[in-house]
C-alpha cells in the first residue's frame, strides 16, 4: 500500500495518515512529535483522561518503541508505565472488554480519548514474565507433547473464563450476514479462487470479543487485553463476534508456532487440549456440539477468516506470503467438498422422511398393515440423519488432516 493525502481531521498533536492499494484503504493516526517529556504533556493536554493516568507534569523520560500494532511508549513518572497508541480505529470496546475481565487479568488501567475515540491505553510497565507462546514454542522445538498440551489446556482455560465473564457482561443475537459479508470483503479483495458461506451454528452469539488474541497474552492464570490487529485497519469492524473466534484466533496461533517449530507432533492431540480446556470453563452453550457443528460453519469457518486475514495483512505491506495459513487454505476447497459430500446423506434421509410422510398423509387414516412403510421410512430418515451429523468433521482436525 502507498501512503496518500489524507484530509482526515485528527486530534491535536497526531497526523492523519491514509495509505491505499488495490481493493485496499487503511486510516491512521500517530503523534507528530513525540521526543520528550514535555511533547507528552503537549499530546494530551486537549484528549479526554479515563482512569487511571499518569500526572503529564511529572513524567521525566520518555522512550517510544514502533510495534507491529502501533507506537508504544515507556514513560517515567511515579513509577514506570507503558502507554499503547491505538493508530486505527477499533470497535471501541477495549474497556468493556477490560471491565469484564477476571480478576488478575492484565488490562489497561487507563488512557485518552478524543471525541468518543480511543488514541491510546496505558497500564503499569510489566515484568517480563514467560508466556503460553514461550512455553509452547519450547515444546515442540523438542517434541514434548505432555508439557506442550498441558500449557495448550491451561491457555484455553484462562481463554474460557474471560467468556465466561463476558457472558454476564454482554450477550447480542449472532450477526451471520454480516459476518458473511466480512467474509465476502476478504475474498474479493485478494480474488480469492475459493469462497466459503455459512448458515452459522446454533450458540455462537455476539460478545465482548477479544477481536484477536495470541497465546504470547496468555501467562499462566492470567490474560493480558489489549490492541487489535492490523486486519481491522483495513477492514474496520461493523458487527460483532462470537466467543468462538477468539478461540479460533488462539487455535491458528498455535498452527503458527507449530510451524515456525518446525515440530514433528501431530497437531490434533495439541488442538484438542486447547479446545477441551477452553470447553471445561467458557458458558457450556457456547462450547456445546451445536456450536461446534463444522456443516454450519462451526470452528472451522473461523479458522478459515484467521487465515485470510493474514494474507491480507501480508498483501498489505507486500511481506510475501504467511506461512501456515497459506498451506491451510490450499485444503479449504477438499474439506468444503468432503461435507458436500455428505451432504448426500442429508438429501437421503429428507427423502426418506418425506416419503414416510406422504405415505402417512395419502393413507389417512392409514390401516394397520400400512403403517410398517411410513415408519421404516422415519426411521431410516432419522437413521441417516445421525449418520450425517457424525460425519461432520471435529474441531481438533486441521484442515490438513482431512481423515
Given amino acids: 500500500m502507498t501512503q496518500v493525502e489524507s484530509e482526515e481531521e485528527a486530534p491535536p498533536g497526531f497526523a492523519a495518515l491514509l495509505f491505499a492499494g488495490v481493493g485496499m484503504m487503511a486510516r491512521m493516526i500517530e503523534p507528530e512529535s513525540l521526543s520528550e517529556p514535555e511533547d507528552w504533556s503537549t499530546l494530551v493536554d486537549d484528549l479526554e483522561a479515563w482512569g487511571e493516568v499518569p500526572d503529564p507534569d511529572s513524567i521525566t523520560s520518555l ?60 497500564r503499569p510497565l510489566e515484568e517480563e514474565t514467560e508466556d503460553s507462546a514461550g512455553i509452547i514454542s519450547k515444546a515442540l522445538e523438542s517434541d514434548n507433547a505432555e508439557v506442550a498440551e498441558a500449557e495448550l489446556h491451561n491457555a484455553g482455560m484462562v481463554l474460557g473464563r474471560y467468556h ?107 488442538r484438542l487440549s486447547l479446545i477441551e480446556g477452553w470447553k471445561s470453563t467458557t458458558p457450556a452453550e457456547w462450547a456445546s456440539d451445536d456450536a461446534f457443528y463444522s456443516h454450519r460453519g462451526g470452528l472451522a469457518i473461523w479458522e478459515y477468516e484467521q487465515c485470510l486475514m493474514d494474507i491480507l495483512e501480508a498483501t498489505s505491506h507486500q511481506s510475501g506470503a504467511p506461512q501456515p495459513a497459506v498451506e491451510i487454505l490450499r485444503y479449504v476447497k477438499s474439506y468444503q467438498k468432503r461435507m458436500f459430500d455428505n451432504r448426500i446423506i442429508s438429501a437421503l434421509s429428507g427423502m426418506a422422511g418425506f416419503v414416510g410422510a406422504a405415505s402417512l398423509i395419502s393413507t389417512f387414516p392409514p390401516e394397520m398393515s400400512q403403517i410398517p412403510i411410513p415408519l421404516a421410512c422415519m426411521a431410516l430418515s432419522y437413521g441417516l440423519f445421525r449418520v450425517y451429523k457424525r460425519m461432520s468433521p471435529p474441531p481438533e482436525r486441521p484442515f490438513t488432516q482431512l481423515g
Avoid at 87 to 112: M, N, T
Avoid at 216 to 238: E, K, Q
Wanted: charged fraction near 25%; include cysteine; glycine fraction near 4%.
Fill in 63 to 122: 522512550l517510544t518503541m514502533p510495534t507491529s500494532r502501533g507506537l508504544n511508549a515507556v514513560l517515567q513518572a511515579d513509577s514506570l508505565w507503558l502507554a499503547e497508541f491505538l493508530p486505527w480505529v477499533s470497535d471501541g470496546r477495549i474497556r468493556a472488554r477490560a471491565k469484564a475481565a477476571p480478576e488478575g487479568s492484565r488490562v489497561p488501567i487507563g488512557g485518552y480519548s478524543y471525541e468518543g475515540r480511543d488514541v491510546m491505553i496505558l
Fill in 164 to 270: 465466561t465473564k463476558a457472558l454476564a457482561a454482554r450477550i447480542t443475537p449472532s450477526d451471520q450476514s454480516r459476518w458473511n459479508a466480512r467474509n465476502q470483503w476478504i475474498e474479493e479483495t485478494l480474488r480469492a479462487t475459493f469462497l466459503w458461506r455459512a448458515p452459522f451454528s446454533k450458540n455462537q452469539p455476539c460478545t465482548l470479543s477479544l477481536m484477536d488474541v495470541r497465546l504470547r497474552d496468555i501467562s499462566g492464570a492470567s490474560l493480558r487485553i489489549g490492541r487489535t490487529r492490523l486486519a481491522d485497519a483495513l477492514r474496520v469492524p461493523v458487527c460483532e463476534f462470537p466467543a468462538m473466534r477468539d478461540l479460533a484466533s488462539l487455535i491458528h496461533d498455535l498452527s503458527r508456532l507449530h510451524h515456525d517449530a518446525s515440530s514433528n507432533l501431530d497437531l490434533l492431540p495439541l
